[in-house]
C-alpha cells in the first residue's frame, strides 16, 4: 500500500515530455477524488543541482537514510513535480 513519505520509483519525464526515465520519487499524497492519483517530487543523486533553502538533501550518514531505499546522497527536487496513478510506481 503506498502512503505519503514513501520513495518510489516512477518514469519521470523530462522536460521535453518525451523522453522518460525511472528514477526515484517521493509521494508527497494522494490527490482527492476517486483517481489513485499521486503528488510526487523527483529525487536526483545529482546533488550539484541542489536549490538552497528551497530542495531538500538526503545525505548517507543521515540517521534514517538506510530506510530510504537510496543508493546513494541525493536531492528532493521540490519543483520538480508531476502527478501520476499508482500503478505506475514501484515501491522501494
Not at 530542495?55 to 528532493?76: M, P, Y
Request: with cysteine; proline share 4%; aromatic share 8%.
Amino acid at each position: 500500500m503506498k502512503q505519503a513519505g514513501q520513495i518510489v520509483l516512477f518514469k519521470f519525464p523530462q522536460t521535453d515530455l518525451q523522453e522518460r526515465r525511472l528514477r526515484p520519487a517521493l509521494l508527497l499524497g494522494k490527490l482527492p477524488g476517486s483517481y489513485n492519483d499521486w503528488l510526487v517530487c523527483m529525487i536526483s543523486s545529482q546533488i550539484r543541482h541542489t536549490i538552497p533553502e528551497f530542495d531538500e538533501v538526503v545525505q548517507e550518514d543521515d540517521s534514517d537514510f538506510a530506510k530510504s531505499g537510496l543508493k546513494v546522497s541525493s536531492v528532493i527536487r521540490i519543483g520538480r513535480l508531476a502527478v501520476f496513478r499508482a500503478s505506475f510506481c514501484l515501491v522501494l
